[in-house]
């Protein structure tokens, strides 16, 4: 073990800040995007807010578990973690188990109901894929020039049974995101980027054939392609949401208020983004979109400096997982990509999102401390000496000077009374005459 693993490692203050910060105004926005609908189902405004702050409370505790895990612990958890995700999601098929959601033809298996707490496996499958592959990538670290393909997809059996599980649910856009996530890490790990463009081209017709596969996912297509022709079935959602974008404007309106709090139906899950710009206006979201890319931003920076190659790679797949369904989030909900169940991280309802977004966050903690001689710090400004007689003599210089007749050469007195000047600034500085800048 390298020194730099074993050498006592900082976390940074600003990211776990940035966490808490995210944390908070997640559950503002979530107030006020729940409440009238809290209340007209539940008789209750605070309720989904209510039992966000309990989701909010487990998370931050996972948080803290993880981050205190060592390098060599999470390590060890990566098979263990897989193992125990594939269990949990096949889980869900198991009748008395599994909860589904029944829509007009398909039925989705994706929650496990344990009576006093239902919870999704799909969304901590993301914390074992983390470790998981992160752990076996180091593993083949200077394999991949002679690694070929088939050997590639033989080590990815055990990831393709989860993603495969996954897909079954059906969960088609997490499934997308894990596989983007996934491919992100083996191009960072030193795969040949022909080979993996050739890998991700052969898997296109796979997905397209999905595609066709669930009928409902196809019917999204649609609906995506021209969500008005559809504004009254399918594309209802997306319609409002347009509709709420356009009246929040810029700073606004009355908090709880306007048309999609009254009409989006499940507003505060994944389309919870247009309900906060319909109260806060464009200013807000990007507000909220600055404390994202302020976390982002401060990761990638400490990551860069990280010389431990596991946490290099574990941080790296936290931080490509986690801001992947920012970006996924924000483009279905402004109608840029189909419509997929990819949630808001911090801001979304739902305990197993909110869990998770915590727990990578603590992974991305934990990959980004550094010893404190790595940390960057902000070089001090330089401290340059002028002299009096130097000032003095460059102050007439500032001021306009008419033209004037050349000087005649000095004489030996002059001579000797520049001589005496120049001396003179040459003697050291008192104290305290040190000029910053």
Same mark, same amino acid.
């Given at each position: ?69 060592? +390098? ?22 198991? +009748?008395? =188990? ?10 989705? !298996? ?30 083949? /670290? ?7 393909? /088939? ?17 079954? $649910? ?11 996530? =996934? ?22 017709? =796979? ?36 509709? &709420? ?22 507003? !505060?899950?994944?389309?919870?983004? &247009? ?31 990280? /010389? ?10 936290? =931080? ?17 990509? +189909? ?5 808001? +991280? ?25 010893? $404190? ?39 030996? &007195? ?9 001396? $003179? ?13």
């Amino acid at each position: 073990m390298s020194g730099a693993d074993t050498a006592v490692r900082k976390p940074d203050l600003w990211i776990f800040l940035n966490v808490l910060i995210l944390g908070g105004v997640g559950l503002m926005i979530l107030l006020s995007a729940s409440a009238l609908q809290a209340n007209l189902d539940l008789d209750d405004p605070y309720f989904y807010a209510r039992r966000q702050a309990v989701f909010s409370v487990a998370g931050i505790v996972g948080f803290f578990v993880i981050a205190r895990f060592s +390098p060599g612990a999470l390590r060890k958890l990566a098979l263990p973690s897989m193992l125990v995700a594939l269990g949990l999601l096949l889980l869900v098929f198991v +009748p008395g =188990i599994g909860r589904s959601v029944a829509s007009s033809r398909d039925s989705f !298996h994706r929650w496990i109901d344990l009576g006093f707490f239902s919870f999704q496996p799909s969304e901590f499958a993301k914390v074992a894929l983390v470790l998981y592959v992160s752990s076996m990538l180091l593993d083949r /670290k200077g394999q991949f020039e002679q690694f070929s393909l /088939k050997e590639l997809l033989r080590s990815f059996i055990l990831v393709g049974s989860v993603l495969a599980a996954i897909l079954l $649910e059906p969960q088609y856009g997490t499934t997308l995101t894990l596989i983007s996530v =996934i491919s992100i890490l083996i191009y960072v790990a030193g795969f040949p980027v022909l080979r993996l463009l050739l890998l991700g081209l052969s898997l296109l017709p =796979i997905l397209a054939m999905l595609l066709v596969m669930w009928e409902y996912r196809f019917e999204r297509f649609q609906v995506w392609l021209d969500p008005y022709e559809y504004r009254y079935a399918g594309g209802y959602q997306l319609v409002t949401a347009f509709r &709420a974008f356009g009246e929040g404007g810029w700073f606004g309106q009355e908090l709880a208020s306007g048309f999609g709090h009254r009409y989006l139906t499940f507003g !505060h899950t994944d389309f919870v983004l &247009a309900l906060f710009s319909e109260d806060f206006g464009f200013l807000g979201v990007a507000v909220l979109l600055g404390l994202y890319l302020s976390l982002l931003w401060r990761s990638i920076i400490l990551l860069r400096r990280q /010389k431990n190659e596991y946490l290099f790679l574990l941080g790296a797949s936290a =931080i490509t997982i986690l801001f992947l369904q920012v970006v996924v989030n924000l483009c279905v909900v402004t109608g840029l990509i +189909p419509t997929t169940g990819i949630s808001l +991280p911090f801001v979304s309802y739902g305990g197993s999102s909110l869990i998770v977004s915590y727990a990578l966050c603590g992974l991305i903690w934990q990959a980004t401390a550094l010893p $404190e001689d790595a940390i960057p710090v902000r070089k001090p400004r330089k401290v340059v000496s002028v002299s009096k007689s130097d000032s003095m003599e460059t102050e007439p210089a500032t001021t306009q000077a008419s033209p004037a007749a050349p000087e005649p050469s000095p004489g030996p &007195a002059t001579r000797n009374a520049t001589s005496a000047r120049r001396n $003179e600034s040459e003697k050291p500085l008192p104290a305290g005459r040190a000029i910053k800048l």
